[in-house]
């Protein structure tokens, strides 16, 4: 049988003050956190950086233009922020990943642009690259391996910037992009002389000298340049003509 005066002394107080054991959680988190900090600023230092992957510019450049230096914190660097000044600064720069690597290397991983097409612009003519930026301002001379651009205007160039299309002209740039892609990724930079955008739903471009493509409407690029391709092949050295890609499976070819 339970003692009556047990259970007077186990009654808790009402008006005494519980102590809340989730007081001190934010403030311990908070502590926690500052030690973390403190332990990541005072060892992981940036003490090596390594540029892989380029060729026209020396690690010295790409470092420089980064702005990351030995001795920053290898977890407070802004890594999109780096290689968007790499990509600005230097312009034969396609794309820039900023790695870390524990406790204190920083690797700077580039891809670089390479001269695809060239277009007009006044009285210069600039190279492109497959991503529509401009490169560098061009002799007439240098152009000769470069798909030569026309029907699209161009009124000004910047060097690391991308063409600015006239005015009801973007779906024409997006078409020049999906083209100049096309010839980049399949190796045909030097066999696609001149692309002309006059007609936006039929753009044409010259291949090896000796085919005119039409290539349609905008749909299907990467198809379409299988297509030629496929149908180029099984042609003989001596023929020459066009060739229509632009709708089905087929390719129409008239002979010159």
Not at 55 to 67: D, L
Not at 169 to 192: M, N, T
Not at 226 to 254: H, Q, R, Y
Request: with cysteine; charged share 20%.
């Amino acid at each position: 049988m339970s003692n009556t005066n047990d259970y007077y002394r186990k009654r808790e107080d009402p008006y005494k003050p519980k102590l809340n054991r989730n007081v001190n959680r934010p403030l311990t988190f908070f502590l926690v956190i500052v030690a973390i900090i403190f332990i990541m600023s005072l060892f992981f230092k940036v003490s090596r950086i390594e540029v892989r992957g380029n060729s026209r510019y020396t690690a010295e450049e790409i470092i420089t233009a980064s702005g990351i230096e030995e001795g920053d914190n290898l977890f407070f660097i802004n890594g999109i922020a780096a290689g968007s000044r790499v990509a600005v600064k230097l312009p034969y720069v396609e794309t820039v990943q900023i790695n870390r690597g524990l406790p204190n290397l920083v690797i700077i991983e580039v891809v670089e642009s390479s001269a695809v097409g060239c277009v007009k612009v006044g009285d210069e003519l600039w190279s492109v690259s497959s991503s529509g930026k401009f490169l560098s301002s061009i002799s007439q001379a240098d152009s000769e391996h470069l798909a030569m651009i026309s029907g699209i205007t161009v009124t000004e160039a910047e060097v690391g910037e991308p063409i600015n299309a006239g005015e009801g002209e973007s779906a024409k740039l997006s078409y020049l992009i999906d083209i100049l892609y096309q010839i980049q990724a399949r190796g045909l930079v030097g066999k696609v002389t001149a692309i002309d955008l006059s007609d936006a739903a039929n753009p044409m471009f010259v291949y090896d000298g000796r085919f005119l493509v039409k290539l349609g409407a905008m749909d299907n690029t990467e198809y379409k340049f299988g297509k030629m391709l496929s149908a180029a092949s099984k042609l003989s050295a001596d023929d020459a003509g066009t060739m229509d890609v632009s709708t089905g499976d087929k390719v129409v070819f008239n002979p010159n």
